[in-house]
């Protein structure tokens, strides 16, 4: 019987066995497979298993406290946080284009993660790099003739050909749902075992036009009163996620108290789907979507507007960029 605890028990006996008495270094993203990855490998090897995560700035909120906190009071792991924010938004100065903006904040990702790697080799000899790849990442990095290039993403294909590592990847062989019951196991809090998907490029592909600081503040208030209201109403296992999205470059005029406005729409993108290749909107309780845009209006002074994306994917993607 393939049980979820002699998953984590094989796996712990074979990074035991790969990685010996040398370290190892994982790159959080604040996701599921990064996470349980990460505690596998620290169940393994304790504390000659250093993690880092890379502040972009461009993060939920939340995020960063649920790393830095809750992850590393669930597991006792050694933590490095590197705050990139200004490196980030100095990088997207004056981008619109959605190619341009993922392939900075890939690029960027990349040369912040290995100066972060250079410090931490210069204090030890790590050898190891750790990574949340499962079993369809593997697949769908071995195929994918014929698939066109929709779109960048950024933690694919991104290692340099002239790795200094030796990868050390537990999650090879399993699928999603198995990655969470393997957190689970592991004590990992539900605030990370049950995280809906994320994109790596964050709220910098959720804000139409440039990405400035104060358009991520406005941005995330709103995604943090969306995400509430779906929470309470017990709505997060229903959908697979549900992308907030800030028209920044688009006004409306709109009439509060007895005032005018001119501010900006959001979007909300709810969306259900079984893998993500496709999806359909989801068709959220009327009172739901009431309280979610009677709060955004009410609580983001830049906002007037809150629409709503009924397209499903394929024509339309689950993110707007
Ligand atoms: P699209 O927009 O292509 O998104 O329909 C499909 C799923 O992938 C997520 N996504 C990303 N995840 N890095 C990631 O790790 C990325 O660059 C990226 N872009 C999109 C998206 O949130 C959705 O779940």
């Known amino acids: 019987q393939w049980t979820t605890s002699s998953i984590v028990d094989e796996q712990v006996a074979l990074i035991k066995k790969q990685v010996g008495d ?11 497979d990064s996470a349980v990855a990460a505690a596998l490998v620290q169940r393994a090897i304790g504390d000659r298993l250093t993690c880092v995560f890379v502040d972009h700035g461009l993060l939920r909120a939340g995020e960063r406290a649920q790393v830095e906190r809750d992850y590393v009071a669930a597991t006792g792991v050694k933590l490095v946080t590197v705050d990139a924010r200004e490196r980030f938004l100095g990088a997207l100065a004056g981008v619109t284009d959605p190619e341009r903006k993922r392939k900075i904040i890939g690029r960027e990702f990349i040369r912040v993660f290995e100066q972060a790697e250079r410090d ?11 990574q949340g790849t499962l ?5 769908e990095s071995g195929g994918g ?10 933690n694919v294909g991104g290692l340099p050909d002239d790795l200094q590592f030796e990868l050390v990847e537990p999650l090879r062989a399993l699928f999603k749902d198995e990655v969470r019951r393997v957190g689970t196991e592991l004590g990992l809090p539900e605030t990370i075992v049950q995280r809906q998907p994320f994109p790596g490029p964050g709220l910098g592909i959720r804000i139409i036009g440039e990405v400035t600081a104060e358009r991520l503040e406005i941005l995330r208030k709103a995604d943090a009163i969306a995400r509430e209201e779906l929470t309470s109403a017990g709505l997060d296992n229903q959908i697979w996620q549900c992308p907030v999205v800030l028209l920044a470059d688009v006004r409306s005029v709109g009439v509060q108290g007895d005032g005018r406005t001119y501010g900006h729409p ?4 709810p969306v259900s789907s079984e893998d993500a290749m496709t999806a359909d909107w989801t068709r959220l309780p009327y009172d739901v979507l009431e309280r979610i845009s009677t709060r955004i209006t009410n609580e983001v002074a830049e906002v007037n507007r809150v629409v709503l994306d009924v397209t499903s994917k394929p024509p339309g ?5």
């Open 22 to 32: 040398g370290k190892a270094i994982c790159g959080l993203s604040g996701g599921v």
């Open 266 to 269: 959001v979007v909300l993108r």
């Open 145 to 154: 003739a014929g698939t066109a290039n929709i779109k960048s993403h950024h």
């Open 120 to 130: 931490l080799k210069a204090e030890g000899d790590y050898r190891f790099l750790v």
């Open 135 to 139: 079993y369809p990442d593997v697949v």
């Open 317 to 321: 993607t689950i993110e707007w960029e």
